[in-house]
């Protein structure tokens, strides 16, 4: 059986592809480029949105990459149940692009934040998450300005209360989020949006808090295989 395929897409800023792309192919899957401007999705079975600046955060974070050519062929296919994961920018993205719900804004105290923070997995019914234990908790790096999780009552009552919020902080909450939410998925469980950065914590040789992230490909490679 051929590798699972795995698209990394790269917005102008994004800074985090290749680490992205990497972390997949530890997992065993292929990494395939996706380039922001072109409007193919070149077949891949699972699509992955890195963190980074992309072009026009100046605005608000994800605002005008949601507009990208790549994002109209993107939104249909997340709807149809493509396994999606956004982390930190790519979780500001899937906001704006409305496959999430929510709004990721500045830190509550307005300082840019990059440390290693424990989050407790709350769910692994996603794609993404299988391969974690409810309740479990692990160490990922954060790297952001704009991460606060907010979203009106009613969202949150329904995140809540239909077990969507997928990650949430231990520890202290480094942001302000509301509820201390770190991470969310959609209705169906596919699209996962995060603001940690497991890409970042795969492997021992870059110094990495830890290899949780590990987790995240491993549970999306099962998922695609046995699809």
């Known amino acids: 059986m051929s590798a699972a395929r795995v698209g990394v897409v790269t917005f102008p800023g994004t800074l985090d592809d290749q680490d992205a792309a990497r972390a997949v192919r530890l997992a065993g899957a292929e990494a395939?480029?996706?380039?922001?401007?072109?409007?193919?999705l070149k077949g891949v079975d699972a699509v992955f949105l890195p963190g980074g600046f992309s072009y026009g955060d100046y605005l608000r974070c994800g605002a005008i990459s949601r507009f990208s050519p790549l994002m109209t062929e993107l939104i249909p296919a997340a709807q149809a149940g493509l396994p999606v994961l956004g982390t930190c920018n790519g979780f500001q993205i899937l906001c704006e692009a409305h496959l999430l719900p929510g709004a990721l804004t500045r830190n509550e105290g307005l300082h840019y934040i990059c440390r290693d923070q424990r989050i407790r997995?709350?769910?692994t019914r996603t794609a993404w998450t299988a391969d974690f234990a409810d309740g479990q908790e692990?160490?990922?790096p954060i790297k952001?300005?704009?991460g606060r999780y907010v979203a009106d009552a009613a969202t949150l009552a329904a995140l809540e209360g239909e077990g969507r919020v997928v990650f949430r902080y231990a520890g202290g909450n480094p942001n302000g989020s509301l509820n201390d939410i770190a991470g969310i998925a959609n209705e169906a469980g596919n699209v996962v949006g995060l603001m940690p950065h497991p890409e970042h914590a795969v492997e021992d040789l870059t110094g990495a808090p830890s290899v949780d992230g590990r987790g995240f490909f491993t549970s999306i490679l099962k998922r695609l295989v046995n699809a």
């Open 121 to 123: 997995v709350e769910s």
């Open 144 to 146: 952001h300005g704009e």
């Open 138 to 140: 692990i160490v990922l």
């Open 32 to 40: 395939v480029p996706l380039w922001h401007a072109d409007h193919d």
